[in-house]
DNA sequence: AAGGTATATGCAAATGCTTCTCAATCTTGA
DNA sequence: TCAAGATTGAGAAGCATTTGCATATACCTT
């Protein structure tokens, strides 16, 4: 796989995909957001910049993104998925109870517990989900 | 809250919540699961103790007892939720992405680093969610 | 033990999110 | 420019879960 995301156009030519008006947008939505936007939410996003886009479209385009290595799908409360582009460092996730914030970090030394406690199990790690669920500090 | 599920019978009625063959059957199934059972198992488990318990009860009891701290829901693949029992010592998870088994594991250090970042980032931590995906080591 | 009342249940319909079907429309390599 | 095949929009279909409502039941009070 290349970078992923470097230029996700480019990237779809090279996976043999087509390079739509609509998965342009859906591409230019995500790069757009700094927040960790739903379906919904790219739809009407994607529908500022191409009003033809469909939900149907979105939910394939994020899915085959998803597959690609291009976005990341993360479930934090249940209720609809939440994406994001996967060219920046990895990262985990803590969600503000009050406001639904969401706030990244990065920490090494979990990374590296995590490995070592799946080593003890006998497992390797494909990937991991961490979400912190808590609220400020007073 | 009393020590949940040291007594689940006399905890519902504590809470001002009505004891029900229903809600028996359904934390029977919850007390002999050893797996991580769907909200699907548990009505066919329950139902071989009382054939009157309905998908509808299942699901209001699991959301009753989830909320009073009996319970804990889990998401692991985004297909359904799984429960267990919240009665012993607080675990996370390692899910074996090609059996599908599910391996608890407990570790004070993550947990410990999880607070010390959270606290960095000027967050009290009031529940968290950490699950490995990983496969055998050959 | 019996009764009254509010809670709990079963059934089926309704949700909410996501995926699929299919004819029509594009993209792309030649 | 064209043909072949991928992609799309619209709406139907799927799944897990929730809800509305009439009936059944637990349990507090006689």
């Known amino acids: 796989m ?3 995301n470097a230029h996700p156009e480019t990237d779809l030519r090279a996976d ?3 390079v739509t008006r609509q998965r342009l947008a859906i591409l230019h939505v995500l790069r757009e957001a700094s927040d960790h936007p739903r379906a919904e939410d790219i739809l009407t996003r994607a529908r500022q910049q191409d ?3 469909s939900q149907a479209t979105v939910y394939r385009t994020l899915a085959m993104l998803e597959k690609a290595g291009t ?3 993360n479930e934090f409360d249940g209720s609809g998925a939440r994406f994001e582009l996967a060219d920046r460092q990895h990262h985990d996730h803590l969600i503000d109870l ?3 914030a969401v706030v990244e970090f990065h920490s090494p030394r979990i990374e590296q ?3 070592e406690i799946a ?3 006998g497992y390797d ?3 991991h989900r961490l979400e912190l669920y808590g609220r400020k500090t007073p």
Do not use: F
């Open 2 to 4: 290349t970078d992923a």
């Open 16 to 18: 043999g995909v087509r």
């Open 51 to 53: 009003p033809s886009v």
């Open 71 to 73: 976005v990341l799908r």
């Open 98 to 100: 009050d406001t639904g």
């Open 113 to 115: 517990l995590q490995a």
């Open 119 to 121: 080593a003890e199990l």
């Open 125 to 127: 790690i494909a990937w």
